[in-house]
């Protein structure tokens, strides 16, 4: 599986990795977030280096639905739940800010990007009832939303809510910008180097060290940006829910809807359209489920591709893709210094499905308070700390990964090792008191560990993407061993 938007990437320069090296700021994720705040480090005159493991854009940004978008479901009814309504006025006004400066950062380098209003949408009349307290929530945050009884789309919908003059962009043209404005300030971005460990200083104002697969460096100040933090000492992995969701491009001779629409009814459906290269497409996600909790995720992404022909009959699949985000307990993001032993690392997750605003706002909090300048409502939005959020929601995630870590050791060494998986599917098998993970790819078969050297989860197998993917706290992993992404910092043993 391969996004639109990774296949249609332009030329994105990258710099070689130079051991030793001591910069002023190191970032390690080069996604919106990453990129985004070493661009503003690099602009004050700082020496910057981003790291990636993979390549630019390569995790949640390049496989996003790239809406950078004010209305975002239900989610201002959430966070005034959670914290109440003076704080969503902040998260409003954090999004209002990282969309008006990608918006205004396209304008200067020229990025297109299409002007769209945003729609919820609601097919029952419980979730008509949804897009009431929505607006209300809207209204009390400060966001302008409309009520509308009809829309453009070609089935009855209930009830839409509407937010004007909303954007969608491709986000490795953004990326790209990005990069190359990092670059035009002299900051560094390195591609194919896996962080591997943060070793803070002990006093204020040490540097620390970056441990990487390839030598160590120093720096006065670690950003970690690559969805939900490498590093352990935060306990983030505790407060966020993994969620993986499906999209699909199809060519399509059919009138197709030109705002960006997002239902409030289960199972999920978002759209949005796309011109690339000349080639107009109609982009449906949804299906969104906990990572590694699903048997047949393939089926997911069939569905989208049923449920969008029964409504476009010329619709065509053209990519499929999938991405990784992760819902805080919280309701907000979790945005600032490490909360164990780091003076000088940083943190920047949980944007649940929305970091073209909310990731470029955490580059500006992040930057402004790493240079000593100050964002109001950033002090704010980001004073939840792990620890300090919903007991409730934290609970009820830290249970759902208690009962898989005990049915997946369980169900691992139920099975023998004598199962032969059929082509491009895999099983988790017992060879003595480990289970291990078995795939069948291209004729070959792959062997190897299938217990997650996060915290010791069984993984289970992506047959949509033929992956190993963990339950408990969203690491994942090619067919054979290799990290993809996830809180873990190392490959699968061989078993």
């Not at 390690?28 to 493991?53: H, P, Y």
């Not at 104002?205 to 670690?222: D, F, K, N, P």
């Not at 950003?223 to 992995?237: M, Q, S, V, W």
Request: charged content about 20%; aromatic content about 6%; some cysteine.
């Amino acid at each position: 599986m391969k996004s639109l938007w990774l296949e249609s990437s332009p030329r994105i320069p990258v710099d070689t990795f130079q051991a030793d090296g001591q910069y002023d700021s190191v970032v390690v994720g080069a996604g919106i977030t990453g990129l985004t705040t070493a661009t503003l480090l690099a602009r004050s005159g700082q020496r910057v280096a981003v790291l990636e493991a993979r390549t630019v854009g390569a995790v949640t940004t390049g496989n996003s639905t790239a809406k950078v978008s004010l209305l975002q479901g239900t989610q201002l009814s959430s966070v005034i739940k959670h914290h109440g309504a003076a704080l969503a006025r902040h998260y409003v006004t954090a999004n209002r800010e990282g969309q008006s400066w990608l918006l205004r950062f396209c304008d200067e380098n020229n990025v297109s990007y299409d002007v769209r209003d945003a729609f919820n949408y609601a097919i029952t009349d419980d979730g008509a009832r949804l897009l009431g307290e929505e607006r209300d929530a809207c209204a009390t945050s400060g966001l302008s939303a409309v009520l509308e009884d009809s829309s453009e789309l070609p089935f009855p919908v209930t009830r839409t809510l509407r937010v004007a003059g909303q954007a969608q962009v491709h986000p490795l043209e953004v990326l790209a910008a990005l990069a190359a404005d990092l670059r035009k300030h002299s900051g560094e971005l390195i591609e194919g180097v896996r962080v591997t460990g943060v070793k803070a200083g002990s006093t204020k104002g040490e540097r620390s060290t970056i441990q990487t697969s390839l030598g160590e460096i120093s720096a006065a100040s670690v950003i970690i940006a690559t969805g939900t933090p490498i590093l352990d000492r935060g306990g983030h992995f505790s407060v966020l829910q993994p969620h993986r969701s499906y999209a699909v491009a199809f060519t399509v001779q059919d009138e197709i809807p030109q705002g960006m629409y997002l239902s409030v009814d289960s199972p999920s459906r978002t759209l949005r359209t796309a011109m690339v290269e000349g080639r107009p497409y109609l982009i449906v996600g949804g299906n969104g489920h906990t990572v590694g909790r699903e048997a047949h995720t393939q089926s997911l992404v069939d569905d989208i591709i049923r449920w969008t022909q029964e409504h476009f009959p010329t619709a065509q699949a053209a990519f499929s893709w999938s991405a990784q985000d992760y819902q805080p307990a919280s309701s907000v993001p979790y945005v600032g210094k490490m909360p164990v032993g780091g003076q000088s690392i940083y943190a920047a997750t949980g944007f649940n499905k929305w970091g073209f605003t909310n990731g470029v706002a955490a580059g500006l909090a992040l930057s402004a308070e790493i240079l000593g300048g100050q964002m109001p409502w950033a002090k704010e939005l980001y004073k939840t700390r792990v620890g300090k959020q919903d007991a409730l929601s934290t609970a009820k995630t830290n249970a759902g990964v208690g009962v898989e870590m005990v049915t997946g050791w369980l169900g691992g060494l139920a099975r023998t090792s004598h199962a032969r998986p059929a082509e491009g599917q895999g099983v988790i098998v017992r060879e003595g008191a480990r289970p291990v993970g078995v795939c069948q790819i291209a004729g070959v078969t792959h062997r190897v560990s299938a217990v997650c050297p996060h915290l010791g989860g069984v993984l289970s197998w992506n047959d949509a993407e033929q992956s190993w993917d963990c339950p408990l706290h969203g690491s994942r992993f090619t067919h054979d061993g290799v990290r993809l992404e996830g809180p873990a910092t190392r490959d699968l043993q061989a078993p």
